[in-house]
């Protein structure tokens, strides 16, 4: 995806110089930050395609940052791709939970940054099947199951379109197949934000909440594909 916009952000010179190099003879344009801080204020000021954020930085990490990037309505949907020298399952899910589209140890080729940046953005430009979706509010009386439609399926989240409005902050119940590999997948997503559309449906963002490591390869698996 040539003339994309890709934010890299790190506190290490060298890697955003040896990351903007790689991207940028590869035909994307780069912005970069190296405070997670100032990575929102860019991102605010000029939305990017991806963000390819460091976990470890002083101050605002790479952890804070997407959640506060998520907060924002022109990021909630921009894959963000949260990078780490050490790979622990509490880092992961620290990132996971503030919303990143993946998270990664960082590449050991320049090769390997180049291939992720690539498949992500493919993934994104695809128009993505629309799945049904079985789902229910949790806490309500009655548990009533409601089907929806999602689209915008990622590794953390989905787009969920229903005839009933939900509000925000909700959790929900969610079932589906994951489409083309029929992967059954039942997990608990938080909305993120609601609205109502032109159409007069309702659209919410939902991001999961207790996704296991297993549904998410799937998803991505899908999304590669």
């Given at each position: 995806?040539?003339?994309?916009?890709?934010?890299?952000?790190?506190?290490?010179?060298?890697?955003?110089?040896?990351?903007?190099s790689?991207?940028?003879?590869?035909?994307?344009?780069v912005?970069?930050a190296?405070?997670?801080?100032?990575?929102?204020?860019l991102a605010?000021?000029?939305?990017?395609?991806?963000?390819?954020?460091?976990?470890?930085?002083?101050?605002?990490d790479?952890?804070?940052?997407?959640?506060?990037?998520?907060?924002?309505?022109?990021?909630?949907?921009?894959?963000?791709?949260?990078?780490?020298?050490?790979?622990?399952r509490?880092?992961?899910?620290?990132?996971l939970?503030?919303?990143?589209?993946?998270?990664?140890?960082?590449?050991?080729q320049?090769?390997?940054?180049l291939?992720?940046?690539?498949?992500?953005?493919?993934?994104?430009r695809?128009?993505?099947t629309?799945?049904?979706?079985?789902?229910?509010?949790?806490?309500?009386p009655?548990?009533?199951?409601?089907?929806?439609?999602?689209?915008?399926?990622?590794?953390?989240?989905?787009?969920?379109v229903?005839?009933r409005?939900v509000?925000?902050?909700?959790v929900?119940?969610?079932?589906?197949?994951?489409?083309?590999?029929y992967?059954?997948?039942?997990?608990?997503?938080?909305?993120?934000?609601?609205?109502?559309n032109?159409e007069?449906?309702f659209?919410?963002?939902?991001h999961?909440v207790?996704?296991?490591?297993?549904?998410?390869?799937?998803?991505?698996?899908?999304?590669a594909?």
């Open positions: 995806m040539k003339g994309a916009v890709v934010l890299v952000v790190d506190d290490l010179k060298l890697f955003v110089q040896m990351e903007t790689l991207l940028a003879r590869a035909g994307f344009e912005l970069t190296e405070a997670g801080e100032r990575a929102l204020e605010r000021q000029q939305p990017p395609h991806l963000i390819l954020l460091d976990l470890n930085m002083p101050g605002m790479g952890a804070a940052a997407c959640a506060a990037m998520r907060r924002e309505p022109a990021l909630a949907l921009t894959p963000i791709i949260i990078m780490s020298a050490r790979g622990s509490e880092d992961r899910i620290r990132c939970e503030a919303g990143c589209t993946e998270f990664v140890v960082k590449p050991e320049p090769e390997e940054l291939g992720l940046v690539a498949r992500i953005l493919a993934a994104r695809r128009k993505m629309r799945i049904s979706v079985v789902f229910g509010v949790t806490g309500k009655g548990g009533r199951q409601i089907v929806g439609l999602a689209s915008d399926l990622s590794g953390t989240g989905l787009l969920l229903s005839s409005p509000e925000t902050g909700a929900l119940e969610l079932e589906f197949l994951v489409p083309k590999i992967h059954p997948v039942k997990l608990k997503g938080k909305v993120t934000r609601a609205r109502e032109a007069g449906a659209e919410m963002g939902v999961f207790d996704i296991s490591q297993g549904d998410q390869e799937s998803i991505l698996d899908y999304i594909a």
